[in-house]
């Protein structure tokens, strides 16, 4: 993930802290259970297609979270409520703890991620059949990778329309360096400005001196 990483949390999620069962079974994805499903499906025949979606960020924007597993440990300052995120057993947990208050103590086992991690990611977890966002989420640091870079060449002339003078020029231009991938990668600026007759007859440099 580009740049630093800072952790919100949700204290009111901390007031939540029965202990459920750790029992649960991953539901197959619908693409194991029908061929024709998925990204796998479309691959054969479209692999360019294919191969630049698996380089974007919407590709591996959710899933399993042990896909997007991603360890943590701290404490939320404002709670005293101290959060520790980790894997066991090829399976990602979330435990929660408030010195002082038993009843605010208990672990959930995490079962999807959301967010690619490029601006941000959190995850899901169950409770009586109902998903809910984990208390802990990432934010990317927005002071990092924000700079668009561009290389172009441009292509200019200039033409008449009655007396005034017109400036017509194209430039396509590559953002080598760009904030995300979806940031902009090629653009094409096109300028169409009036060419203003000098204002300073003869050599400027004469004119300073």
């Not at 479309?42 to 294919?50: E, L, P, V």
């Not at 998903?131 to 990778?145: I, Q, T």
Request: proline content about 7%.
């Amino acid at each position: 993930m580009a740049g630093l990483l800072s952790i919100v949390v949700w204290s009111a999620a901390a007031s939540a802290a029965q202990n459920p069962t750790a029992n649960h079974v991953m539901p197959a994805k619908v693409s194991e259970r029908d061929a024709s499903v998925g990204n796998q499906a479309c691959a054969g025949c479209h692999s360019a297609i294919y191969e630049s979606y698996q380089r974007s960020s919407m590709a591996h924007a959710s899933g399993p979270a042990i896909d997007g597993f991603m360890p943590a440990e701290f404490t939320h300052k404002d709670s005293g409520v101290h959060y520790r995120i980790y894997s066991e057993n090829g399976r990602v947990w979330l435990s929660f703890d408030r010195p002082g208050y038993p009843e605010v103590r208990g672990t959930r086992e995490l079962l999807y991620y959301i967010g690619s991690g490029r601006r941000g990611l959190t995850y899901l977890f169950e409770t009586d059949g109902f998903l809910f966002e984990s208390p802990v989420n990432w934010y990317a640091n927005k002071s990092g990778n924000m700079l668009t870079f561009p290389i172009g060449v441009s292509v200019a002339k200039v033409i008449k329309i009655g007396p005034l003078p017109i400036r017509l020029a194209i430039q396509p231009q590559y953002m080598p360096v760009h904030p995300n991938a979806f940031g902009q990668k090629w653009n094409i600026q096109v300028t169409v400005a009036p060419v203003i007759p000098k204002l300073i007859k003869g050599n400027v440099l004469e004119f300073l001196n």
